[in-house]
């Protein structure tokens, strides 16, 4: 999944629609980890990762964010955030050959 995020922090965008419709219109501020992990975005150059969470499904994953800026004359101001969210069992099951899935039972 991958979202945009307002800079006051409402979930705007977000790809693929279907299975997505939950995270849609929410409010990344409900969850203090992935508030603060798009906070320490704006701080840096590159992108944040949270710590571990859970999706709206209840699916634990990280939270990747990286911060977009307007720069006006001297200044920067917060436009939002490009988001995504990397499920472990999605990505687990799609980088690892699936003889050690069945044999980790996963």
């Known amino acids: 999944m991958i979202a945009w995020i307002d800079n006051n922090y ?3 965008k977000v790809m693929p629609n279907q299975g997505s419709e939950l995270a849609k219109g929410g409010y990344l501020g409900i969850s203090a980890h992935e508030l603060l ?4 975005a704006q701080q840096q150059p590159t992108a944040s990762v949270s710590i571990p969470l859970s999706s709206i499904q209840n699916w634990p994953g990280l939270g990747i964010y990286v911060v977009i800026f307007e720069v006006l ?4 101001e917060l ?3 490009i988001t995504s969210l990397l499920l472990y069992d999605e990505y687990i099951n799609t980088v690892l050959f699936s003889y050690l899935l069945v044999e980790h039972r996963f």
Do not use: D, S
Not at 37 to 40: F, V, Y
């Open 10 to 12: 409402p979930i705007r």
């Open 37 to 40: 992990a798009a906070r320490k």
């Open 79 to 81: 436009q939002g955030f």
């Open 73 to 76: 004359q001297l200044n920067k």
